[in-house]
């Protein structure tokens, strides 16, 4: 039997972020698109080939984009938005699209699922007419054809691009359906005259998060119709993140010749398979999206299991979701004792083809069963090692439980209101301040020893010093230290903590050119020293205002990284709530009264299935709990949000018992804050006032009305001024001005309500 192997899809952007590099020479102006089509050109080849050279059966082209896959999708239908729509230069038109020009808003973008990549959201409307645009599909396929290579061709699904668009209107998206697939039928054709028995990947994941019945009621007629089109054509849907056991009842009405499956994140597909007959089943088992080692003795399991039920010719070996939401490879990290455990793009490759290989073959070569037993010794070892276990840690989990904060929350409320005396309607801002390029500079120089401790320290300080004294003359009620020291609010905590590990090329892509290099949580967590006590004192002593202690949460921290996957993500939570409760009677300890816990990423996280929701906010709600329960009834405790729809989710933020929570409503203004009032939510809310995305600075006036506005909704006597979010994407001059003004608002709004 031949070996069985499909890769979903591969990292584009590059081993070296070529891609990017390349991008942003042309955005600026400094290279040509010709200079910017052969990287992208060499890219693919390359990505090709790392395939190919590992024996992957099924490769696929039009998984690379110079942006973005569901941009590319829109413009393969046209559905190109009308204010774009005169721009005649097809890349001028697709960077238009994706980055705005001076007149035309850049189209919206979004994460994508429960990842952290980010899409551009479709629009769509009567103005478009929706046709064929297949150039950009059938050049990377004769590319690939040229080198030896027959791709299978990655296309995003009619229904998945459908359920993600917006609509001008506010109409049903599913009203264009019929264009829509007219546009596909027509790629199918041109498909089957080209080559004979083409392999299209349809990528649906919209099928795993909870599909509604009229999207079920879709899904047979849809790709029946697609099926129809050309006998020649082989039609894969492809689901990932989650399982799909509803599409697959569907799909088995079809004469689709193949469904693939996450088994890693979708492991109730189990249940699914009884329902294929005669089809290709497409096995995710390698974990697509994060950064481990595969269990081989785990993963031939699963196979055998499935193929108790689903004929071995027909099964193939898969990764479980595209290669694009891991590093590229762990060639050139250092750490190589650390790294047997992992594997990123390149070396799930290698482990597509070896199961596929020991899978499929009647008997194992001795070569084979050596590294089978290898990576069992690799798993055993990892359980033990003392990386990994830290026996303080695992000693102080079993007793550390959830607490309540001390007294409820209105008892709290008083004492705290009587102790800060603070004015109605107080006014602060969400943490960071500019982030400057000398700060940045400042901050390589201290990593790579060009500068010294001392000379470091005294920067940062000077920068504490002129952002309190701002605030100070701006007038705002309880300050912050501006974040100076802190590249990101992740990657800060994560350096200072145990457990986790930073790579040296570990870029995955966050959207277009931007890549982010998420930590590694690998052993378990601690914090050997206070993170930010010294910090936070410091401009604490500068200032006789309340300074706000600054920390990030455990779910945001789990979520913008990779986290490890031999605990959960509850243990692995609960340990980062230990490290945060130190911190905060650290913190406590030097006087600090007033600590924001951010939970920047709380609402990113939700589970793209229902069922899995309540054990998410348990442990999202309890770790957050047990960091914070420390805290003095007279201590106030803030979080912060970064988002405003918080319709679904309102009880269990107000489980979370936090006393004053911050959110951004700038661009939302009243419509999502009735659910506030609507639930009779009790705690104080900040809700956003300043829209930080733009350079807008609003005026004394506008902040006035956009005050009043949520007055109408929340109390006076409950309710913060401050802006959507930090403020480190702006500059000194708009911050200034902007909180000037927001101050100034404030205190006439203050006025008038006395
Ligand atoms: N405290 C952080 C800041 O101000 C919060 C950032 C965020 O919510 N994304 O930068
Ligand atoms: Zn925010």
């Given at each position: ?69 569901m ?18 230069d ?27 990549y ?8 009567p103005?478009?007419?929706f ?26 699904g ?41 392999v ?39 689901t ?23 088994f ?14 005669n ?41 479980a ?76 989990m079993?007793?550390?439980?959830t ?10 409320y ?11 309607l ?5 943490g ?12 390589r ?8 401790k ?6 940062i300080?000077?920068y ?22 802190r590249?990101?609010?992740?990657e ?17 892509q ?33 200032t ?39 911190e ?15 939970e ?14 309540q ?27 970064c ?12 489980s ?43 005026s ?52 008038s309500?006395?």
């Open positions: 039997m031949t070996n069985k192997t499909w890769i979903t899809g591969f990292s584009r952007i590059g081993e070296n972020r070529e891609l990017k590099k390349a991008l942003e020479l042309f955005w600026k102006g400094k290279s040509s698109k010709e200079e910017l089509e052969s990287v992208a050109k060499e890219l693919r080849k390359k990505h090709w080939q790392e395939q190919k050279m590992r024996g992957v059966e099924y490769i696929s082209s039009n998984d690379f984009s110079f942006y973005d896959h941009l590319d999708t829109a413009v393969m239908l046209n559905a190109i938005p009308s204010r774009f729509q005169k721009i005649k097809s890349t001028t038109l697709y960077f238009s699209m994706a980055r705005g020009t001076k007149d035309a808003q850049a189209m919206e973008m979004t994460k994508w699922f429960n990842t952290n980010h899409y551009i959201v479709p629009e769509l409307s103005s478009i007419s046709k064929l645009n297949a150039d950009k599909i059938i050049k990377e396929y004769n590319e690939a054809f040229e080198l030896g290579i027959e791709t299978k061709i990655n296309l995003i009619p229904l998945t691009f459908l359920s993600l668009c917006k609509t001008e209107n506010g109409e049903d998206p599913f009203t264009y359906l019929d264009s829509v697939l007219c546009v596909y039928k027509e790629l199918l054709a041109k498909m089957a005259k080209l080559q004979a028995n083409t299209l990947q349809f990528e649906e994941p919209i099928f795993v998060r909870n599909p509604s019945s009229i999207l079920i009621s879709k899904i047979a007629s849809t790709y029946q119709s697609l099926c129809e089109v050309s006998p020649k054509n082989k039609i894969a849907v492809v990932y993140f989650e399982h799909a056991t509803e599409a697959v009842k569907e799909l088995s009405k079809t004469d689709v010749w193949g469904i693939g499956l996450d890693v994140y979708g492991s109730y597909n189990m249940s699914a398979l009884s329902e294929i007959r089809k290709k089943l497409i096995v995710g088992l390698v974990d697509g999206r994060n950064v481990w080692a595969n269990d081989y003795e785990e993963s031939l399991d699963l196979l055998e299991k499935i193929s108790a039920e689903i004929p071995k010719e027909n099964m193939i070996v898969s990764t979701a595209s290669l694009l939401h891991c590093p590229y490879s762990l060639k050139g990290e250092p750490h190589k004792d650390l790294y047997q455990w992992f594997s990123f793009g390149v070396e799930k490759i290698v482990e597509v083809v070896f199961l596929s290989e020991l899978f499929f073959s009647e008997n194992r070569s001795e070569k084979n069963e050596e590294r089978l037993n290898k990576n069992k010794q690799i798993f055993i070892e990892k359980r033990r090692s003392r990386f990994i276990t830290d026996d303080n840690v695992q000693k102080r079993g007793s550390f439980i607490k309540e904060r001390p007294m409820d929350f209105n008892a709290r008083k004492i705290q209101r009587e102790k800060f005396n603070l004015p109605l107080p006014t602060t801002t969400i960071s301040f500019p982030q400057t390029a000398e700060l940045r500079q400042l901050r120089d201290y990593k790579n020893n060009t500068i010294s001392h000379d470091y320290e005294t920067q300080k000077a504490i010093d002129e952002c309190v004294a701002l605030q100070e003359e701006i007038g705002l009620d309880v300050l912050v230290h501006g974040e100076p020291e590249n990101d609010m992740v800060y905590f994560g350096e200072l903590m145990q457990g986790f590990l930073f790579t040296q090329k570990g870029w995955v966050s959207y277009g050119s931007r890549c982010v290099k998420p930590p590694i949580i690998f052993g378990d967590v601690s914090r050997p020293y206070p993170m930010t006590v010294p910090w936070i004192s410091y401009a604490q002593s500068k006789s205002k309340k300074m706000k202690g600054m920390l990030t949460g455990p779910v945001t921290i789990i979520n913008w990284s990779f986290a490890r996957n031999d605990i959960s993500k509850a243990e692995v939570a609960k340990q980062i709530a230990m490290a945060l409760s130190d905060i009677v650290d913190l406590q300890k030097a006087g600090i009264s007033i600590i924001q816990v951010d920047a990423a709380f609402k990113e996280g939700y589970p793209l299935r229902k069922e899995k929701v054990e998410y906010e348990n442990w999202a709600v309890e770790s957050f709990k047990m960091a914070v329960s420390v805290a003095a009834p007279e201590t106030q405790i803030h979080t912060h949000m988002y405003s729809d918080f319709n679904d989710i309102i009880h269990t933020i107000e979370m018992d936090a006393d004053v929570i911050t959110i951004e409503t700038a661009r939302s203004g009243n419509k999502l804050l009735e659910i506030f009032k609507k639930t009779h939510y009790e705690h104080e809310i900040g809700p956003g006032v300043y829209d930080i995305h733009s350079p807008r600075i609003p004394v006036e506008e902040f006035e009305t956009q005050i009043k506005m949520r007055l109408e909704v929340l109390s006076k006597d409950k309710m913060w001024v401050n802006p959507d979010c930090g403020l480190k994407t702006r500059s000194w001059d708009e911050v200034k001005s902007a909180l000037k003004n927001m101050v100034q608002a404030a205190d006439n709004v203050r006025r309500l006395k």
